[in-house]
């Protein structure tokens, strides 16, 4: 490294520019700076003062040359360099110390104060200095803890096993994503990517100062910006450059009931049975490492589970399906008769320590783990979903992937968590320093293979734990293991929402909480806020007291039973909202700054949340509570209980007692197709398609419905469609939009009107329609 100082060493002065393919390289003193156009409102900076290293091949983001080229001007002044593309997205490189400001459509959205621009230190991390102007809020950071705006903290980007984590200011958690979307006071905003695996740190302590600090470990300092100038297209610009996720099956936005310690057939059948029999819609049931023999990874407990064919097939017939946990430890057996361990040693296929596998425990005693940055490992590795997927299991959970390991047996007082030393080898040269944060990616992305391949047209249900950036390609995520505390109860909604920021739409907190006991309550609660989660899994773990619906008497169970009844009622709503995440990586779960980022006193609610556009819950997140006060953004808003409607831009205050149901508003504006509720999501055709319209203050209303057959890849059997709704002159008007096929069916048509009585049509809806409402 050239120019090193002895403390922190800067890049010095300009010394001469070039245009080297579509990047502008800039050479100061001491260091190399290259900005890249991406797209009109995507750029690319980096800065070394080495050589710039070589693209890997767990990057989230595709090569520079994968983009259509984008046409850029560059000005060069005494100040330095400017490059500019005809969408207004310009780098300002500075003559000293490459220090950098980023204007859109000239307005400053980034700058390097005093002091700023790339350093690299003598303990061999590399930091960038920018300006964290005083009135600008900063959310993403993939999943926290705590509430939305993280200015005030430090967060570390690093995948890791937190057991029975509490309290607000525990970080970092398993999913390692550096992004950031900034808001600044007028409601502009703009993201930013900082594409580097290594551990890394977003420092926003530094408020006097007025300085953001990203730190990396090793590697290159290398970030994209993303303009806005709204968060939407900040998180439409961020999942095109990272990834958006694959339609999920329908089926997965239905009631899930999982627990640690569902340990035999019997057990599975009983909750089952206890799902129908109780009247709770619910459509897949989880098999945690209870089902494996002796808790070995792709194996079954031929006792506990004779006959997982059988058992899938018989809960099949309910409408239920399976999904089965897979954790990466592989039980270190170097005396032969398991499978998994022998064929993987043999191959050489798991990470080794000095002459030997590095091994560590986990529950089965102790593991070998196998080495996710080699293309034959992960090839090898999806295939063993085979003996899952064949026995009829059509979901599966990558659990303990950060990769979660004990120094001593996990029964032992002693026993702590541990992490692969950082000079652990890995395939193509590179160490775990570089590869952590994406060893649960490489997993995802293995399981992800080998599920299109295993069932080339159906839509397989895949949940992780660890992740990194871009992870929503492979798998919804759930938040780990949280507590049964009214606490984080709280924190699921701002952590959801923030990994709805950072491209994860598709994710879930479990419902009831982890660890600890939850009490009636704080169940009927937790059922409320979580059957908004885009993914509303009840989970539990071993030992603890039970919080299935039912466990608590009647009171209890009618509020799950609601709640759970609201989700199945809106499913055609909420599978569009996963369509749109699909299409545009759109959350399904956002805070009122996605819609209104100019609204001072929506931006920090953090205890409210928008799912998707049109509809806005208000949960309950404390006990005792019989009534709670609910800001509405500007516009008019309708109590979706009471019919009430009120003017936003204020706080109304509504009764929110647990038989009140959770608080929800629809926007007006809005139409939300709503539908029948069966037992299961697919039991029942949507017909009646129901059409709730919400006039705005003009009496109009807009809004959409996807639909298809739910579960194939292709999207080959059954209807396609999306159509349009739209309401204006008191007509309501059916379009299809791009696909063709909505099919002929009843549809009820409530006209919610704030001065009068709704009005109800029947209609016989086709592709196309219109009726006078
Ligand atoms: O260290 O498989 O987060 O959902 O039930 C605990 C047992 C291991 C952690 C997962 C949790 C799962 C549990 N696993």
Redesign the pocket.
């Known amino acids: 490294m050239t120019g090193r100082r002895d403390d922190a060493g800067g890049a010095g002065a300009l010394r001469r520019w070039w245009r080297a393919g579509r990047s502008v390289l800039l050479e100061y003193e001491d260091a190399t700076l290259s900005v890249t156009h991406l797209t009109d409102a995507i750029a690319r900076v980096r800065a070394t003062p080495a050589d710039f290293l070589p693209r890997r091949p767990w990057s989230a983001t595709p090569p520079d040359d994968a983009f259509p080229p984008v046409e850029v001007a560059v000005e060069a002044t005494g100040d330095g360099v400017t490059v500019r593309s005809g969408g207004g997205l310009a780098v300002h490189a500075a003559a000293t110390g490459a220090r950098v400001a980023v204007l859109h459509r000239g307005q400053t959205i980034m700058m390097d104060g005093d002091g700023g621009g790339p350093a690299w230190h003598a303990d061999g991390r590399a930091t960038w200095t920018h300006r964290m102007p005083p009135d600008e809020n900063y959310l993403g950071f993939g999943e926290r803890t705590g509430l939305l705006d993280k200015r005030g903290q430090r967060l570390a980007c690093w995948c890791t096993?937190r057991?029975e984590y509490q309290g607000a200011g525990v970080d970092p958690l398993y999913q390692a994503i550096p992004f950031y979307l900034a808001v600044d006071a007028a409601g502009r905003s703009h993201g930013v990517y900082l594409h580097n695996t290594y551990r890394s740190v977003f420092d926003l302590t530094a408020q006097r100062e007025q300085r953001l600090v990203m730190a990396v470990d090793g590697g290159e300092l290398d970030w994209y910006v993303m303009a806005g100038p709204t968060p939407a297209e900040v998180v439409t610009r961020f999942t095109h450059l990272t990834g958006r996720m694959p339609l999920p099956p329908r089926w997965a936005l239905g009631y899930q009931q999982?627990?640690?310690g569902y340990d035999s057939a019997e057990r599975i059948r009983a909750v089952a049975a206890d799902l129908r029999r109780h009247d709770i819609p619910a459509d897949v049931l989880?098999l945690?490492?209870?089902h494996q023999d002796g808790l070995r990874t792709f194996t079954w407990d031929p006792e506990a589970f004779p006959d997982p064919a059988g058992l899938a097939a018989d809960l099949a017939a309910d409408g239920f399906k399976l999904a089965a946990?897979v954790?990466v430890g592989v039980s270190h057996q170097p005396e032969g008769g398991y499978d998994v361990f022998d064929e993987g040693h043999r191959k050489g296929y798991f990470l080794t320590e000095g002459d030997g596998l590095l091994l560590r425990h986990?529950?089965p005693g102790l593991c070998a783990f196998p080495d996710f940055a080699s293309p034959a490992v992960r090839q090898w590795w999806g295939r063993w979903y085979a003996s899952l997927l064949d026995r009829g299991v059509r979901g599966v959970?990558n659990?303990?992937n950060e990769p979660?390991m004990h120094d001593l047996p996990?029964d032992h007082p002693d026993s702590a968590r541990v992490e692969p030393p950082l000079d652990t080898p890995h395939d193509l040269d590179a160490d775990h320093a570089e590869v952590h944060n994406v060893y649960a990616l490489l997993e995802n992305a293995a399981t992800d293979a080998a599920l299109r391949d295993l069932r080339p047209d159906e839509r397989v249900l895949r949940l992780s734990?660890a992740g990194g950036t871009g992870i929503q390609r492979y798998a919804a995520v759930?938040t780990?293991?949280n507590g049964s505390y009214w606490e984080h109860l709280e924190m699921s909604l701002p952590q959801l929402m923030n990994l709805g920021l950072s491209g994860v739409a598709f994710a879930g907190a479990?419902i009831g909480g982890?660890f600890g006991d939850c009490g009636p309550e704080l169940l009927a609660r937790w059922f409320q806020l979580g059957c908004c989660y885009p993914l509303a899994r009840n989970?539990?773990?071993?030992g603890r007291a039970a919080q299935e619906p039912w466990v608590w008497g009647a009171e209890t169970l009618d509020a799950c039973r609601a709640a759970v009844r609201l989700r199945y009622r809106l499913l055609p709503y909420l599978y569009t909202l996963l369509a749109d995440a699909a299409e545009t990586g759109s959350p399904v779960l956002r805070p009122l700054l996605y819609h209104y980022p100019a609204d001072r006193r929506g931006r920090q609610l953090a205890d409210q949340a928008l799912l998707g556009r049109d509809l806005l819950i208000a949960p309950v997140l404390r006990p005792g509570v019989t009534a709670r006060a609910v800001y509405l953004p500007a516009g008019r808003w309708y109590d979706t209980r009471t019919g009430a409607v009120h003017d936003g831009g204020r706080h109304v205050l509504v009764d929110a007692a647990i038989g009140d149901g959770l608080p929800l508003f629809a926007r007006g504006g809005g139409v939300v197709p709503s539908g029948p509720v069966g037992r299961y999501a697919d039991e029942l055709p949507l017909n009646p398609l129901t059409l709730d319209v919400y006039p705005d203050r003009d009496g109009e209303a807009e809004g959409e419905l996807y639909e298809d057959d739910g579960a194939s890849m292709a999207h080959t059997r059954g209807v396609r469609a999306r159509t349009r709704y739209s309401y204006r002159d008191g007509v309501l008007t059916a379009r299809p939009v791009g696909l063709l096929d909505a099919p002929a069916r009843l549809v009820v048509v409530r006209v919610h009107h704030p001065t009068g009585p709704e009005l109800t049509r029947l209609i016989d809806g086709g592709k196309s329609w219109t009726v006078r409402a």
Do not use: K, L, S, T
């Open positions: 096993d057991y999982a627990r640690w989880y945690d490492i209870d946990v954790d986990v529950w959970v659990d303990m979660a996990m734990r759930w780990g293991d479990d982890f989970h539990c773990a071993r």
